[in-house]
């Protein structure tokens, strides 16, 4: 399901951006358990996997029925000693107007049984913005109904400078019973708040070289302006 293609010549796609920002965790445990551990201090107490692309069953109709995956599923152990996810969708320069899925009566009976939301037959949750949140958060959701994990948490992470994705997450929010992600399951982070972790768990290098890379659009206003 990964488009080699896209990840090695699109440099505005956010696949690429799931490999710099995690492909090295997948390699190196004590650098994942500091990252995680970092950005989620009251869940992630030791990571077990990262896994990119994933789906707990692409079509099966014990979960959304349809295609959908995560960008990175990071398996973990909690604070509390369940077993746990972080499910991620990372996005760059994508604009929340992706072309929307096919509706299925799955998605109605998802959104009515996993007790997330405040207004579940909202015509707004099944149109861009925010259906492939919806979708996401639901697969989550019912990750753990079915029994396959204890617990887990649907995050994006965006660049704070993303505006459009920014603005999908707060109206997103606004469908939720809760903002508190031990309740509603959905956190969001930026790019920047990333970054900055990888900074203060002593990772100069990879902080430094994922701002250049995507953060720093000075060199941008160079090329343009001089």
């Given at each position: 399901?990964?488009?080699?293609?896209r990840?090695?010549?699109?440099?505005?796609s956010s696949q690429?951006?799931c490999f710099?920002?995690?492909?090295?965790?997948?390699?190196?445990a004590?650098?994942?358990?500091k990252?995680?551990r970092h950005l989620?201090?009251?869940?992630?107490?030791e990571?077990?996997?990262?896994?990119?692309?994933h789906?707990?069953?692409?079509?099966?109709?014990?979960f959304?029925?349809?295609y959908?995956a995560f960008?990175?599923?990071?398996?973990c152990?909690t604070?509390?000693?369940?077993?746990?996810?972080?499910a991620?969708?990372v996005?760059?320069?994508?604009?929340?107007?992706?072309?929307?899925?096919t509706?299925r009566?799955?998605?109605?009976?998802?959104?009515?049984?996993?007790g997330?939301?405040?207004?579940?037959d909202?015509?707004?949750?099944?149109g861009n913005p925010?259906?492939q949140?919806w979708?996401?958060?639901?697969l989550?959701?019912?990750m753990?109904?079915?029994?396959a994990?204890?617990?887990?948490?649907?995050?994006v992470?965006?660049p704070?400078?993303?505006?459009?994705?920014?603005?999908?997450v707060?109206?997103?929010?606004?469908?939720?019973?809760?903002?508190?992600?031990?309740?509603s399951g959905?956190?969001?982070?930026?790019?920047?708040?990333?970054?900055?972790?990888?900074?203060a768990?002593?990772d100069?290098?990879t902080?430094?070289?994922?701002?250049?890379?995507?953060?720093?659009?000075?060199?941008?206003?160079?090329v343009?302006?001089?």
């Amino acid at each position: 399901m990964i488009d080699e293609e896209r990840l090695w010549t699109n440099m505005l796609s956010s696949q690429p951006l799931c490999f710099n920002l995690f492909g090295g965790m997948k390699l190196d445990a004590d650098k994942a358990n500091k990252f995680f551990r970092h950005l989620f201090p009251d869940y992630v107490a030791e990571v077990n996997g990262i896994y990119f692309e994933h789906s707990p069953g692409r079509g099966n109709p014990a979960f959304t029925a349809d295609y959908t995956a995560f960008d990175v599923l990071v398996v973990c152990t909690t604070v509390d000693g369940e077993s746990g996810f972080i499910a991620i969708e990372v996005k760059y320069t994508e604009t929340m107007t992706e072309p929307p899925a096919t509706m299925r009566p799955r998605y109605d009976e998802l959104s009515n049984s996993v007790g997330v939301y405040n207004t579940p037959d909202s015509t707004a949750l099944r149109g861009n913005p925010l259906q492939q949140l919806w979708r996401e958060h639901m697969l989550s959701r019912v990750m753990i109904d079915n029994d396959a994990y204890s617990t887990g948490r649907f995050v994006v992470i965006y660049p704070s400078q993303n505006h459009q994705c920014a603005a999908a997450v707060k109206s997103y929010q606004k469908h939720l019973i809760s903002n508190d992600p031990d309740i509603s399951g959905f956190q969001a982070l930026t790019l920047n708040d990333c970054v900055e972790a990888f900074r203060a768990i002593g990772d100069k290098e990879t902080a430094d070289a994922l701002h250049g890379r995507y953060l720093d659009f000075e060199r941008i206003e160079q090329v343009i302006f001089g």
